[in-house]
């Protein structure tokens, strides 16, 4: 428990302050607990009273989703620093190679190649130390989900309508690429494909397209209260004003799915 606990205040600390400059680095960067000590006392007493004293233990949200959540956020702001613990820290707290894999490939969609890319080398280390092979990721290809023919025919015409005379090509592949074949890779639940969705939206600030993620999300079976645990969780991996810009549309969506 002291391990565990010494690590997460070493991952928690630098979520964001240097991931400019570390990700370039590489992860043996990431400053001990005892170096933090040293130059802030204060920042690594917070680390061990709200984040791996508290936040890690609080029962809305479980250490599985925690994990899916921090990865998405990480992978969302390019912070790739941290990717082997929290990578590591995900798989011990049950997500599967295959969902991690997934996760993967789907931010690069939301959160652009480049930053898909860049946790590449992060994640095969760590599937590396742990022999993960190609026997336990999802396939290029193969049998989908089946597609609710009604709401992506009410989706695809809502956006052609507003967009397909403007761009044309990317009405096209968000049909084609994200909702007639992403989202319906069976590798990652619809629930967690949609968490992960969510918490990367929440990551970068990107709270116009919150409202149709998070109703989609909890259509998958998300919950007012892990919706609510997942703002909280995000305010120390991608910083309160992120959270705070996100609260009110989360609000919103909540109290209108409520009447």
């Not at 043996?28 to 204060?42: F, G, I």
């Not at 860049?118 to 989900?145: E, Y």
Request: include cysteine.
């Amino acid at each position: 428990m002291r391990a565990l606990t010494a690590t997460l205040i070493s991952l928690c600390l630098f979520a964001g302050a240097a991931a400019a400059q570390s990700s370039k680095q590489g992860a043996n960067t990431m400053p001990k607990p005892e170096d933090v000590r040293a130059v802030a006392p204060a920042l690594e007493g917070y680390a061990q009273k709200f984040v791996a004293d508290d936040l890690w233990k609080r029962p809305g949200l479980s250490r599985r989703d925690r994990g899916i959540v921090t990865v998405a956020a990480l992978i969302a702001r390019d912070q790739t620093v941290e990717l082997p613990h929290y990578l590591t820290l995900a798989l011990d707290n049950g997500v599967k190679p295959s969902e991690i894999s997934e996760i993967i490939t789907h931010l690069a969609f939301y959160t652009g190649w480049a930053n898909a890319m860049d946790a590449i080398p992060a994640a095969r280390d760590v599937f590396k130390s742990r022999n993960i092979g190609a026997d336990q990721l999802p396939s290029a290809s193969g049998p989908q989900l089946p597609l609710d023919e009604a709401a992506e025919k009410q989706r695809a015409t809502r956006v052609g309508e507003q967009f397909g005379q403007i761009t044309p090509s990317l009405v096209q592949y968000t049909t084609d690429a994200l909702f007639r074949d992403l989202w319906l890779r069976p590798a990652l639940a619809p629930r967690d494909r949609s968490l992960v969705t969510v918490s990367a939206l929440i990551a970068t600030g990107q709270v116009a397209q919150i409202t149709y993620h998070l109703n989609r999300a909890m259509d998958n079976g998300l919950t007012r209260d892990e919706a609510g645990e997942v703002l909280g969780h995000l305010a120390f991996y991608a910083g309160w004003p992120n959270a705070f810009s996100a609260a009110p549309v989360v609000k919103d969506v909540i109290e209108k799915r409520s009447r």
